[in-house]
């Protein structure tokens, strides 16, 4: 294993220690034989610490637009990338722990668009930041509980709970300065190039 790579597989981990795994409630509707709507899936889910070293699950997943329907089986596969299928969708809940100025300095540069990797968009400038990343997708962000920083290029916008983002494909950063973890909702949507 390359000395680049175990560096920054400790750094995953030395993030994902402040992360604290959660859980949140998960339904999903469907119909009956009958055509009656019922649950496909009513469950408690666990959140599991993510290469980037945050607590996160893949609640849903489409692979076509217009979307269909997955009536019989559960689309959230744990073992995806960022990004979701060509011409899909991904929802997500992420928490991403407070991050100190110390851990942050040592954060090996390039973390987040490492693990992007070809799914990055080739139009924007280079990253500033180790966490600063783009996918070729248009991203909602609901702030759900917390507060987080979103470093964009040229400016860093402040963001709490009820607080909403619409990414474009552009780079950013979610960098929590806060004290307490911040729970995010993200829909990622597959995209052109832009």
């Known amino acids: ?83 979701p299928p060509d011409n899909g969708t991904v929802l997500r809940v992420v928490v991403i722990p407070p991050l100190d100025a110390a851990t942050e300095a040592k954060l090996p540069k390039n973390l987040m668009m490492n693990i992007v990797g070809a799914d990055a968009p080739t139009r924007g400038v280079l990253v500033s930041h180790p966490l600063m990343h783009r996918t070729r997708t248009v991203d909602y962000a609901i702030i759900m509980s917390g507060e987080i920083d979103m470093m964009l290029d040229d400016k860093t916008v402040h963001l709490k709970a009820g607080d909403v983002v619409v990414q474009q494909a552009t780079n950013h950063a979610w960098i929590n300065h806060g004290k307490e973890p911040c729970r995010i909702i993200f829909v990622l949507m597959d995209s052109k190039e832009p």
């Open 1 to 83: 294993m390359p000395h680049g790579t175990l560096w920054s597989l400790a750094m995953v981990l030395t993030i994902a220690s402040g992360a604290q795994a959660s859980e949140i409630h998960r339904v999903v509707t469907t119909l009956d034989a009958n055509n009656r709507s019922t649950t496909l899936i009513d469950q408690v889910q666990t959140l599991t610490v993510s290469k980037s070293g945050n607590a996160s699950a893949v609640l849903w997943t489409t692979n076509s637009a217009p979307t269909g329907f997955s009536f019989s089986k559960d689309a959230a596969p744990q073992d995806m990338g960022i990004a």
